[in-house]
């Protein structure tokens, strides 16, 4: 059964945040879009297995409905991974704000999983200092031997 995006928009406010399981979450984010489009495109079962990471640490079960995941924001992080001169200074666009957060890491013998889970508990501490952000997007890489996870902000 497939659920529309305003029906888990509506369970998840219903039952609060406190009571949303792993499957609410899951269930949640596999309506954001997959970016097919996209030239630098996370991989969608790193994608999934970041998000549902993040997204599963309790201080940001309630931010989950309010929060959009957009395209473009996955192709600017997608960007600042293959460039990393991209990442210096704080971007901005014409309409406010933009701000990111990045988790590096030397590739060793962490399995990309594991670096998705430490990835997670990095950026989720600035996902609550952030909490005015309504759209976001991130990306994964590899360059110049380390892991890179990028996630762009827009309030």
């Known amino acids: 059964m497939a659920l529309s995006w305003s029906t888990v928009v509506l369970v998840l406010v219903w039952v609060g945040a406190n009571s949303v399981t792993d499957a609410d979450i899951r269930d949640f984010i596999t309506q954001w879009p997959n970016c097919p489009y996209l030239q630098d495109k996370f991989r969608d079962d790193l994608k999934l297995e970041f998000l549902l990471k993040l997204f599963s640490h ?87 031997g380390e892991h890179v996870v990028v996630c762009v902000f827009l309030r």
């Open 58 to 144: 309790d201080s940001l079960k309630n931010k989950l409905a309010s929060l959009k995941y957009e395209c473009s924001a996955e192709g600017m992080a997608g960007l600042m991974i293959r460039d990393p001169a991209l990442r210096e200074g704080r971007p901005r666009d014409g309409k406010g704000y933009l701000f990111r957060t990045t988790f590096t890491r030397p590739e060793g013998s962490e399995s990309e999983k594991d670096i998705m889970d430490l990835a997670a508990r990095t950026v989720k501490d600035a996902v609550g200092k952030k909490g005015s952000a309504s759209e976001f997007g991130c990306n994964y890489g590899k360059k110049d």
